[in-house]
């Protein structure tokens, strides 16, 4: 089969997984909802901290083109530190849940959204530890897309490809991180380890992507969503009909939305179920083991 036609019929098996135990989709819902909930606490204690006449004053300060006293500017980075690792750390620990639930459903046991938090709390250190590698490699990845504001256009250009292929990259040698962090028992540093070597092991050295899954929802909700909303915009905008631009647009974005919800879930059971076959061959679920061999890209 084509890249497509792989894309498709893991998608297919995967939503038939969720579509029992449409209770998985909880785990990214409520990861969402409380990394939101989390950065804005540690935000707002944060603010409180510093004392809000304080921030306020600093603010008009540096619109006015002043600077910005350093102890304000060291604790700011320091609040948005922590702000950004509990919003992963809380992502982190639901998808783990997730995982843990999937593992039992495709090996036929019943599962729900308490047994999943309870074996996610239960690695919670790993992680911890796991959600900081995270955190930094996002800030890295950020810092080598830099914010665009340089007139070098061509050096942006190239930062964003090489910040981008190195998100792919990262990705796909960290796909089994978190099965192996709650199925496996292992630190985040040895679940990277040997997330890479069960790679290399089943599908060699010759990576060419990532894992062919979600091309089906991105087809069918992502970008009709993309497209609704940006048509939206255009009629709120351009039109000034804010009466109907704007429910477009909500309407775009729920889709969206809904969408990404749906693909975090199917990644996150087949990431389970490609495990399994990764260490031993072994088929979970409804899959295949052609459909699980084909699931990574390789150089042709």
């Known amino acids: 089969?084509?890249?497509?036609?792989?894309?498709?019929?893991?998608?297919?098996?995967?939503?038939?997984?969720?579509?029992?135990?449409?209770?998985?989709?909880?785990?990214?819902?409520?990861?969402?909802?409380?990394?939101?909930?989390?950065?804005?606490?540690?935000?707002?204690?944060?603010?409180?901290?510093?004392?809000?006449?304080?921030?306020?004053?600093?603010?008009?300060?540096?619109?006015?083109?002043?600077?910005?006293?350093?102890?304000?500017?060291?604790?700011?980075?320091?609040?948005?530190?922590?702000?950004?690792?509990?919003?992963?750390?809380?992502?982190?620990?639901?998808?783990?849940?997730?995982?843990?639930?999937a593992d039992m459903e495709l090996r036929g046991e019943d599962s729900s959204i308490g047994a999943g938090f309870s074996a996610a709390f239960s690695r919670f250190g790993p992680l911890a530890g796991w959600a900081a590698i995270q955190?930094?490699?996002?800030?890295?990845?950020?810092?080598?897309?830099?914010?665009?504001?340089?007139?070098n256009a061509i050096l942006a250009i190239v930062r964003m490809m090489v910040a981008a292929i190195?998100?792919?990259?990262?990705?796909?040698?960290t796909f089994f991180v978190l099965p192996l962090i709650m199925l496996r028992g292992k630190g985040p540093i040895s679940a990277i380890k040997e997330s890479t070597r069960l790679l290399k092991q089943t599908w060699g050295s010759r990576l060419a992507g990532g894992v062919r899954i979600g091309g089906l929802i991105f087809l069918l909700a992502v970008l009709p969503g993309i497209i609704v909303l940006i048509a939206g915009g255009l009629v709120a905008f351009l039109t000034e009909n804010l009466g109907v631009g704007i429910p477009v647009m909500v309407i775009g974005a729920v889709v969206i939305i809904c969408a990404q919800i749906l693909v975090s879930t199917l990644r996150a059971v087949f990431s389970v179920a490609l495990l399994h076959f990764a260490e031993d061959g072994s088929v979970q679920g409804p899959f295949t083991a052609a459909e699980l061999q084909s699931a990574v890209r390789v150089k042709g």
Do not use: H
């Not at 955190?135 to 007139?151: D, E, F, K, P, Y």
């Open 1 to 101: 089969m084509g890249a497509w036609s792989d894309s498709r019929e893991v998608t297919k098996r995967c939503f038939s997984v969720v579509k029992a135990n449409p209770y998985m989709m909880a785990f990214p819902v409520i990861g969402a909802v409380a990394a939101v909930v989390a950065m804005l606490a540690i935000v707002g204690v944060g603010l409180a901290v510093m004392g809000l006449d304080t921030v306020t004053t600093e603010v008009e300060k540096a619109a006015q083109g002043g600077d910005v006293a350093t102890l304000t500017y060291v604790e700011a980075l320091i609040i948005l530190a922590l702000a950004g690792y509990a919003a992963v750390l809380v992502t982190q620990v639901c998808m783990g849940a997730l995982v843990s639930a």
């Open 135 to 151: 955190t930094l490699v996002g800030w890295l990845l950020s810092a080598i897309r830099g914010n665009g504001s340089g007139n």
């Open 166 to 173: 190195a998100a792919v990259a990262w990705a796909l040698i």
